[in-house]
């Protein structure tokens, strides 16, 4: 799949097949994560991937939207040094290009996906064991969708706002 018609045509997939993910496409997932661009290549970021059925489960207690991280095939935990006040807020923009990367390498080989935002860092710490000064945000659901059909639905009506109201040409 091209990449523009990836971007264009990517759905948000919440429900999942059992089929597992071969490795050989879940590596190709991750290595385009990792090819992200970053600040100053500093690449600071780690990836966690999780299988184990019962870790998944515990995995989707970790925000309030995580509900379907209990039903993918697989997980990737997204984990960055934490952010303080002082710190550099491009951590979170590289972290959002490598999420970006998974997701559309995903779609191109059609697997779904969908991000959780962790609001419990503490369970999320003591479920994937993380170091203290460091920070998950996101955490990757990954697998088939459960309705084939997800991968060609068309768009929502209306789910795109107009060019018009967000684009300004030379100033404001």
């Not at 807020?89 to 390498?105: C, E, H, K, V």
């Not at 203290?132 to 209306?158: F, N």
Request: net charge neutral.
């Amino acid at each position: 799949m091209e990449i523009l018609e990836a971007i264009r045509t990517m759905r948000v997939i919440r429900r999942f097949s059992p089929e597992p993910i071969p490795a050989e496409l879940l590596d190709t997932i991750i290595r385009a994560g990792r090819h992200a661009g970053s600040s100053k290549n500093l690449q600071r970021w780690a990836f966690i991937v999780v299988h184990d059925r019962s870790t998944l489960e515990r995995l989707s207690k970790v925000g309030a939207f995580a509900g379907h991280v209990a039903g993918a095939t697989v997980a990737i935990a997204l984990v960055t040094p934490a952010v303080g006040p002082n710190d550099p807020w491009s951590i979170m923009w590289d972290l959002g290009r490598t999420a970006q990367n998974m997701t559309l390498a995903a779609w191109s080989l059609g697997i779904g996906s969908v991000p959780a935002t962790v609001y419990d860092q503490p369970l999320a710490r003591s479920i994937l064991g993380y170091p203290e000064d460091h920070w998950c945000e996101y955490i990757l659901s990954l697998g088939y969708p459960a309705d084939p059909s997800d991968l060609t639905r068309s768009p929502k009506a209306g789910g795109r706002r107009p060019l018009d109201e967000m684009l300004h040409d030379e100033r404001w």
